[in-house]
């Protein structure tokens, strides 16, 4: 059904120019509503596009349009049909009706893309651009000075089929398509000096990390400096099985210096169950990596972007 529909739109012009191009707004828009409701769907594409066309400015043929995407069960095509319609009329029905249509849009945070400021919208177009291209070190710069204007902020965010998640408080930025390979990045500093910045590519299925996951991460605490590789599974956002730990941990006698480097080799591993790490057996495990902060069971809800 929903490739049926789908076709129609590229028949579209030439089936609106066989007669039914001559109608008024309220006669195409009567019409989508009788082929709606007689499940005549292919008609019902047509003469609501027809209507949308001769008046972009009045919602209710979007309203019908995305009636029908959903009675398909084109879920994709029923919000962009709303996101359009929106944009196009400022309708609070549509907005609340697209609202609704996912857990995601109403986290705690989100906006919709074009109603951020244009210098947060400048500011992820950017972002995303310079971290999928694996431009870390202007991805680290660019989060070391976000344009918030106050803390402890997280947004939540939709720009070209991807779902974006950044907090200012920890300079974190996720960015998770519906299928296919995400992306994640900080970078920061604590009020004890302690330094980080981290780069991940990683599987995602239904807007969610599953599959193979990699990270590496640079940190820098007093006389310690740590680069360090991790690769593993994580499956629905939480961390599983056994995680592959290797790089460099550095130390300094002279810090401003940098006199005196001892540095030593790790190449270790670390077991998970869904997000719990297992008891340490080897005492060379211990290991102060980023993946100890893992998403614990309890935080399983907030993790999970799908709808």
Same mark, same amino acid.
């Given at each position: ?18 007669? /039914? ?8 828009? #009567? ?12 008609? !019902?594409?047509?003469?609501?596009? !027809? ?19 959903? !009675? ?5 095509? *029923? ?10 009329? !400022? #309708? ?7 609202? &609704? &249509?996912?857990?995601? %849009?109403?986290?705690?945070? *989100? ?5 951020? /400021? ?6 992820? &177009?950017?972002?995303?651009?310079? =971290? ?41 930025? $996720? =960015? ?39 990270? %590496? ?7 310690? =400096? ?44 670390? $077991? ?31 993790? /999970?972007?799908? #709808?």
């Amino acid at each position: 059904m929903k490739r049926i529909v789908g076709g129609l739109i590229i028949l579209l012009l030439v089936l609106c120019s066989c007669g /039914k191009g001559t109608l008024t707004w309220q006669e195409q828009y #009567d019409l989508g509503m009788r082929y709606l409701d007689e499940g005549n769907y292919q008609e !019902a594409v047509i003469t609501f596009t !027809a209507a949308i066309e001769i008046d972009p400015k009045r919602a209710e043929a979007y309203a019908g349009l995305s009636d029908l995407y959903r !009675a398909v069960g084109d879920d994709d095509m *029923f919000r962009r049909t709303l996101q359009k319609g929106y944009d196009a009329t !400022a #309708d609070m029905v549509l907005y609340d009706k697209l609202k &609704s &249509s996912s857990q995601f %849009y109403m986290r705690y945070g *989100f906006s919709f893309f074009n109603q951020l /400021k244009p210098e947060q919208r400048k500011f992820i &177009s950017d972002l995303v651009d310079v =971290i999928i291209n694996g431009d870390k070190d202007s991805a680290w710069e660019m989060l070391e000075n976000t344009p918030w204007e106050e803390n402890h902020t997280t947004l939540y965010t939709e720009c070209d089929q991807v779902r974006i998640g950044v907090n200012s408080e920890t300079n974190r930025i $996720e =960015i998770r398509p519906r299928n296919g390979i995400g992306y994640y990045c900080s970078a920061g500093k604590t009020a004890d000096d302690w330094t980080w910045r981290d780069y991940g590519t990683g599987a995602c299925e239904n807007w969610t990390w599953n599959g193979e996951h990699s990270l %590496y991460s640079e940190s820098w605490f007093q006389a310690r =400096i740590d680069r360090i590789n991790f690769n593993g599974q994580m499956v629905d956002g939480l961390l599983d099985g056994r995680i592959y730990i290797t790089g460099t941990q550095t130390y300094l006698d002279d810090i401003d210096e940098h006199e005196n480097v001892k540095t030593q080799s790790l190449n270790t591993t670390k $077991e998970y169950d869904r997000g719990s790490l297992l008891p340490i057996t080897d005492e060379r495990d211990r290991l102060d990596g980023v993946f100890n902060a893992s998403y614990s069971k309890e935080d399983v809800e907030s993790i /999970k972007w799908g #709808d």
